[in-house]
């Protein structure tokens, strides 16, 4: 895909999002729009992928750490044509398989169940070094979100994948600079990200999360590293797409109503438009 394409894209994964939360009267609008130009990325372009054939062996993986923002993955699977987009309205309603975090046993294109923060990075370096033993070539992503990485347990992940040079292996922080209760400076701060992860032997990039010539050119980057796992710490906009969500901490975990919906989509509409007159 070039540029625009991956930009039309993006824009309706970000509908996807946008619907899947109204519908379902709850969600994490928020983190899952900041990221929807990354996921649109691995899905559309970056990763070794097939709807049709979503447990092949040699897929690459991703691991949505952050997995609140499930929103966002499954508006991206349901573009790729992992299952039908329609199934996005039943986000969160009972017996629907598109649950409030992500399902591997359920959801096709999932490859691991996740939603407790701090835990994915470590099923991602896991299946890593999985790769490793088995002299495997594929892949493996996994997207956290700058308040996850207040947990300990990443950094004990980090350790290891420094540790066994898990050059296979791309960490992505989603830094929107915003978590449930304000931003991260004033919660906790993790700062210097960067530091920190070159503290544990990774090569690190630093983004602008919502340009997809600089996420392009992290990702064929990360292709180049040897002997080091990559970390790309992406600076976004929570609530990226919708004026009226962009930056603000309340749409962490908030549904928009039936005016605000309308409202959302209206944008998005019309952004879509502009896409197309390029």
Known sequence: MNKLELMKTANEVRKGIVTAVHSAKSGHPGGSLSAADIFTYLYFEEMNIDPKEPKKADRDRFVLSKGHTAPGLYSALANRG????????????????????????????????????????????????????????????????????????????????????????????????????????????????DQKFEAFNFHVITIDGNDFDQIAAAFAEARTVKGQPTAIVAKTVKGKGVSFMENQVGWHGSAPNDEQYAEAMKELEEAGEALCQM
């Open 82 to 193: 992992y299952f039908p987009i329609e199934d996005l309205t039943t986000l969160r309603h009972v017996g629907s398989y598109l649950q409030g975090h992500p399902d591997m046993k359920h959801i096709p294109g999932v490859d691991m169940s996740s939603g407790s923060l701090g835990q994915g990075i470590s099923a991602a370096v896991g299946m890593a070094i999985a790769a490793q033993i088995s002299d495997e070539d594929y892949r493996v992503y996994t997207l956290l979100g700058d308040g996850e990485i207040q947990e300990g347990q990443v950094w004990e992940a980090a350790m290891l994948a420094g540790f066994r040079k898990l050059d296979n292996l791309v960490v992505i922080v989603d830094n929107n600079n915003l978590q449930i209760d304000g931003t991260i400076t004033e919660v906790n701060s993790p700062y210097p990200i």
